[in-house]
C-alpha cells in the first residue's frame, strides 16, 4: 500500500492496510489529511509527546540553534549550549547525580547506561562483572543487546540465536501473583528472586541490574507490587555492588507526576536512563545520567567512557532538551499530571463493568487495562483473537489513539491496552479518553462473543 516503505512493527505493519495519514497535531491532537481530529491517548509511539504537539516556541529554538550550530567536532571540543544542558539535566535528576551524557533514542540510553556500569568495573578490577540482570516482560530497546536484557519474549523470538546471554528474574507483576500469596509475600518473593539470581550467577560475575520503575508496554503499565519492592531491591543492589540502572526512558520527564518515576517511591539508582519525554517529541534525544558513586571512579582513574556516536551532546539536541526541562517547569506540567493522573486511573475504573477487563492499573499518567476471558480465573483469550488490537483500531476510528498490547500473561498470550496521553490534557480530555474506551470495549465484547462460543 505504501510503496517505499520497509513495513515495521512500529511503522505501519500491516501491508494491505491504508493507514491515515498524519499532517500536524496541537496540544494533545493530531490531524490527519482529511482533517480527522484525534485525541492522542498514546502520546507518540509510545508516552513521548509529553508536553502536546505544535509549540511554536521549538520552531523558534531549532531555527536559532540550527542557525548557530548543529554539531561539533566533540573530541577536540566543547559547547555552551551542551555545557549548559548537561548541567540542567543533573539537576533535573535526583539529588546525587552528577553528570549526564546524551544519545539519540531509548535503546541508546540504556546500552550505553549498561555499558558505563561494565566499564566502572572494569575500572574497579572486577573484571569477571559481565553479566546483567533483567527481569521477564521488560522491554528495554530494539538492539539485539538490550532485547537479551529486556523480556519480551515475542520480540526476541526471531533473534532467538543471538539470545540468552543473561539471566532474568520475574517481572513482580501483582495482578498475577500466585492466589496464596498475599500482595507482601508477593512483593518479598520478587526481590528475593533478584537475591537469589546474584548468588547463584556469583556476585563477582555481576555488573547491574536493569528494570523499568513501571512495567510499560511489555505488561501494560504494571506499578511495584508494593512499596517495599524498589527499596529492597536498592538494598540488594548496594549489597552486591551490582550497578542499579532505572529505564527511565518512558516513566521519567512528568509521566508519574515526578520528575522521574523512581521519585515517587523515594529510591534513587546509580544510573538513569532516560528519553521520550526528554526531548517531548521535537528531536531525537535521550541521556545516560549517573550518580556521583559511578563518576567518581572515572574521574580518580582519568578515564573516559567508551562511549560514541556521531550525534552524542548534540547541540540542538541540548537546544531543545533545555526548552523542554524549562517548559516543564514553567507550566508546572509534573503537578498537574499527577493531579490529572489519579482522576484518570479513577475514571478508568468505570471499565470492570465489562466481563472482559480484568485489572485497571497504572501510576500518574501510565495506565493500563488488562483484558481476560474469564475474571475469576484470569485466563486470556487466544491471541490469534487479536482482541487488543481491535480495540485499538475502533479507537482509532472514533478518534482515540490508544496503544494496545500483547503477551502480557506468559510473553505470548494476553491482551492490554496502554494509555499515556500527553500530560496537558485535561478532564474533557480524560471523559473523552474513557468513554471511547467504554464504547470500544462494548462492541469488541460483542463482536467475539460469537468467535469464542
Ligand atoms: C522502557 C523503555 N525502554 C527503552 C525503550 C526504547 O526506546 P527507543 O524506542 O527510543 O529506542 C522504550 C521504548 O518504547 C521503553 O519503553
Given amino acids: 500500500m505504501i510503496n517505499s516503505l520497509i513495513h515495521s512493527m512500529i511503522v505501519c505493519p500491516d501491508l494491505d492496510k491504508q493507514y491515515a495519514r498524519l499532517t500536524h497535531g496541537k496540544g494533545v491532537y493530531v490531524f490527519d489529511e482529511t482533517g480527522k481530529r484525534y485525541l492522542d491517548g498514546a502520546s507518540g509511539s509510545a508516552a513521548v509527546s509529553n508536553i502536546g504537539y505544535g509549540i511554536p516556541e521549538i520552531g523558534e529554538i531549532f531555527r536559532e540553534q540550527s542557525a548557530k550550530i548543529v554539531v561539533t567536532p566533540a ?14 539535566l543533573v539537576q533535573f535528576a535526583p539529588e546525587g547525580f552528577k ?3 546524551t544519545v539519540m533514542s531509548g535503546t541508546d540510553a540504556v546500552e550505553n547506561a549498561i555499558k558505563l556500569a561494565y566499564q566502572y568495573h572494569q575500572i574497579k578490577g572486577n573484571v569477571e562483572r559481565y553479566k546483567v540482570i533483567g527481569r521477564w516482560s521488560s522491554y528495554h530497546g530494539n538492539s539485539i543487546f538490550t532485547l537479551d536484557v529486556g523480556g519480551m519474549k515475542l520480540r526476541r523470538a526471531t533473534y532467538e540465536r543471538w539470545m540468552n546471554n543473561f539471566p532474568h528474574i520475574p517481572p513482580a507483576y501483582a495482578y498475577r501473583k500466585p492466589a496464596e500469596q498475599s500482595l507482601e509475600e508477593y512483593s518479598k ?92 517529541g521535537y528531536y531525537p534525544l535521550s541521556a545516560v545520567i549517573a550518580n556521583s558513586n559511578i563518576c567518581k571512579v572515572f574521574e580518580d582513574s582519568k578515564t573516559p567512557f567508551l562511549g560514541g556516536h556521531t550525534f552524542a551532546c548534540s547541540p540542538l539536541g541540548a537546544a531543545i532538551g533545555s526548552f523542554v526541562i524549562d517548559y516543564m517547569q514553567d507550566m508546572k506540567i509534573n503537578s ?88 496537558i490534557l485535561d478532564e474533557d480530555h480524560i471523559e473523552t479518553i474513557v468513554s471511547t474506551m467504554e464504547i470500544c470495549i462494548e462492541e469488541v465484547q460483542e463482536e467475539i462473543k460469537e468467535l469464542v462460543a
Fill in 336 to 423: 498537574h499530571a499527577a493531579r490529572m493522573g489519579e482522576l484518570f486511573l479513577g475514571q478508568l475504573e468505570r471499565l470492570y463493568k465489562y466481563d472482559i477487563v480484568g485489572d485497571v492499573r497504572g501510576a500518574g499518567l501510565l495506565a493500563g487495562v488488562e483484558l481476560v476471558r474469564d475474571k475469576s480465573t484470569r485466563s486470556p483469550f487466544p491471541p490469534a483473537l487479536t482482541l487488543s488490537k481491535r480495540i485499538g483500531e475502533r479507537s482509532i476510528d472514533k478518534g482515540v489513539i490508544l496503544y494496545p498490547g500483547k503477551g502480557s500473561v506468559n510473553g505470548y498470550e494476553g491482551d492490554h491496552i496502554m494509555i499515556t496521553p500527553p500530560l
Fill in 75 to 88: 573530541h577536540g571540543f566543547s559547547s555552551p549550549v551542551v555545557e549548559a544542558y548537561l548541567d540542567k
Fill in 189 to 280: 518473593s520478587c526481590s528475593d528472586a533478584l537475591e537469589k539470581c546474584i548468588l547463584e550467577e556469583g556476585p563477582e560475575t555481576v555488573a547491574a541490574f536493569v528494570f523499568e520503575p513501571v512495567v510499560a508496554a511489555a505488561l501494560g503499565a504494571v506499578p511495584p507490587p508494593d512499596e517495599k519492592y524498589l527499596r529492597e531491591i536498592r538494598r540488594i543492589c548496594t549489597k552486591y555492588d551490582v550497578v542499579m540502572i532505572a529505564d527511565e526512558i518512558l516513566t521519567g520527564f512528568g509521566r508519574l507526576g515526578e520528575n522521574f518515576g523512581l521519585d515517587r517511591w523515594n529510591v534513587k539508582p546509580d544510573i538513569i536512563a532516560a528519553g521520550k519525554g526528554i526531548s517531548g
Fill in 99 to 101: 553528570r549526564a551524557w
